[in-house]
């Protein structure tokens, strides 16, 4: 079933992915698998854990760390990286961009590849497209990386459409996130406090340590906030959990307007696709990581309410006083850094059972995913026809991404143009080459 059209977006590649985990785990329970979103988090947060925790571990120099069991790692450990550089991407990020360029070439080798791959012009974005085109491409100088402004108001024509949308907070969801914080880190403080009371740990500050372990490995490639017997799995599976509830809330299926910022990007790619005459086989285009979570709402995926009853709340099914465990909305699958979404189209022939006929499926993260009610083809997979009207279906419920965000700006539209129009770029694409300015390692 050879593949003749598919579309990518991948979120920005900061920190491990899968292999990357796998490389570093020492254990049977890797906590670089629990990190949702934040592993590193080189972006300001709200609120800020890390900052202040190395803040105040920067000020507590009268603490003899060497003679506190289990702590004692901090009488020599020093912050792996400056503030000033937090918004950079890493090393380990370039070479899992590159990788999966790799990956994208032996994956679809009988597609041609890109003129061109989009990106928000935030640095490390454009940085990690620069990458996957270092991987992806035959010779050098063969594919542009274009770059599309951030804009606050760009509307829906943007890879960063929340950023234009009023009704979208990047706060949303933190305090209901630390209200189970607070269960489950509380314990974790308390037994701290009982090695070095000095220090007065907060639940905050368990929180922060426990982001350190994803930041440091991804820049000295392990650490010890990584370290079982520092923060037991049960704390590990807490700590995922409360990045669950925030990004439910901040950019999943507690936040109203999610679905109407994620479809944009899934009319323009599923339109691409229905359509035989696209003028690439392959699109590609890198954005931040609140897009993509609010594009699998705006498609269906990964929704709690499809296992759950009684009151038809969707925010019932993440309570805040006791993990859910059979949640399908886990960021950690969704969210990992480098993480990716595809639309993919075959044309099938000679399948036993079925049509010689276009289908069509999803990967999140390479992974096939069932959409509701649209699997009549192969696997996973949905018919053209299918595909053609689940597609409409999911559009019909999240129309009007405008007047849902609440835009008081003018020019505003409810649309994605850029794969096809010029009008949203800032710039015709740089050519990229196989190398780095040396000066940027």
Same mark, same amino acid.
């Given at each position: 079933m050879p593949s003749t059209a598919c579309r990518l977006l991948a979120l920005v590649p900061l920190a491990a992915s899968v292999s990357a985990s796998a490389l570093y785990s020492t254990y049977s329970f890797n906590p670089l698998e629990h990190l949702t979103g934040i592993a590193p988090y080189f972006e300001p947060q709200d609120p800020p854990y890390m900052e202040p925790f190395l803040e105040k571990l920067g000020n507590k120099t009268n #603490?003899?760390?060497?003679?506190?069991?289990?702590?004692?790692?901090?009488?020599?450990?020093?912050?792996?990286?400056?503030?000033?550089?937090?918004? +950079?991407?890493?090393?380990?990020?370039?070479?899992?961009?590159?990788?999966?360029?790799? %990956?994208?070439? *032996? $994956?679809?080798? %009988?597609?041609?590849?890109?003129?061109?791959?989009?990106?928000?012009?935030?640095? $490390?974005?454009?940085?990690?497209?620069?990458?996957?085109?270092?991987?992806?491409?035959?010779?050098?100088?063969? #594919?542009?990386?274009?770059?599309?402004?951030?804009?606050?108001?760009?509307?829906?024509d943007s890879l960063t459409p929340y950023k234009a949308c009023p009704a979208y907070s990047s706060s949303a969801g933190s305090d209901q996130s630390e209200?189970?914080?607070?269960?489950?880190?509380?314990? #974790?403080?308390?037994?701290?406090?009982?090695?070095? @009371?000095?220090?007065?740990?907060?639940? !905050?500050?368990?929180?922060?340590? =426990?982001?350190?372990?994803?930041?440091?490995?991804? #820049? $000295?490639?392990?650490?010890?906030?990584? %370290?079982?017997?520092? *923060?037991?799995?049960?704390?590990?599976?807490?700590?995922?959990?409360?990045? %669950?509830? $925030?990004?439910?809330?901040?950019?999943?299926?507690?936040?109203?307007?999610?679905?109407?910022?994620? =479809?944009?990007?899934?009319?323009?790619?599923?339109? +691409?696709?229905? !359509?035989?005459?696209?003028?690439?086989?392959?699109?590609? @285009?890198?954005?931040?990581?609140?897009?993509?979570? =609010?594009?699998v709402v705006a498609l269906g995926l990964f929704n709690n309410s499809a296992f759950a009853a009684g009151s038809g709340n969707i925010n019932d099914t993440m309570p805040l006083d006791r993990i859910n465990y059979r949640r399908a909305w886990k960021t950690s699958h969704v969210l990992p850094f480098l993480s990716n979404i595809a639309i993919e189209r075959f044309n099938c022939s000679g399948s036993y059972g079925y049509d010689d006929d276009e289908y069509y499926r999803i990967l999140v993260n390479s992974s096939p995913q069932d959409l509701p009610g649209c699997a009549d083809g192969p696997g996973t997979m949905c018919s053209r026809d299918a595909f053609g009207k689940y597609i409409q279906d999911r559009v019909a419920m999240f129309d009007g991404f405008s007047e849902q965000c609440g835009v008081d700006y003018g020019n505003s539209t409810d649309v994605l143009s850029i794969y096809t129009t010029d009008s949203a770029q800032e710039d015709d694409g740089q050519t990229v080459g196989k190398r780095y300015d040396a000066r940027l390692f």
């Open positions: #603490i003899d760390w060497a003679k506190t069991p289990g702590l004692n790692f901090l009488a020599d450990w020093e912050p792996p990286v400056s503030e000033a550089e937090t918004s +950079l991407l890493t090393r380990v990020g370039r070479l899992e961009a590159t990788q999966l360029g790799v %990956d994208l070439d *032996f $994956r679809y080798p %009988d597609l041609k590849k890109p003129k061109q791959v989009w990106t928000s012009s935030a640095e $490390r974005t454009f940085k990690s497209a620069q990458s996957l085109v270092r991987g992806l491409e035959a010779e050098d100088n063969d #594919i542009k990386v274009v770059t599309v402004y951030e804009s606050e108001e760009s509307g829906a209200e189970y914080q607070t269960k489950f880190a509380s314990p #974790i403080a308390a037994r701290f406090n009982d090695l070095a @009371s000095e220090f007065n740990f907060t639940t !905050n500050d368990v929180f922060g340590m =426990m982001q350190l372990c994803g930041y440091e490995t991804v #820049i $000295r490639g392990r650490s010890p906030f990584c %370290d079982l017997d520092l *923060f037991t799995p049960d704390d590990w599976l807490g700590w995922e959990y409360s990045e %669950d509830v $925030r990004y439910h809330y901040n950019v999943g299926y507690g936040l109203p307007v999610a679905g109407y910022v994620g =479809m944009p990007w899934v009319n323009a790619t599923a339109s +691409l696709l229905l !359509n035989s005459s696209s003028e690439e086989d392959l699109y590609v @285009s890198f954005t931040h990581r609140e897009l993509p979570p =609010m594009v």
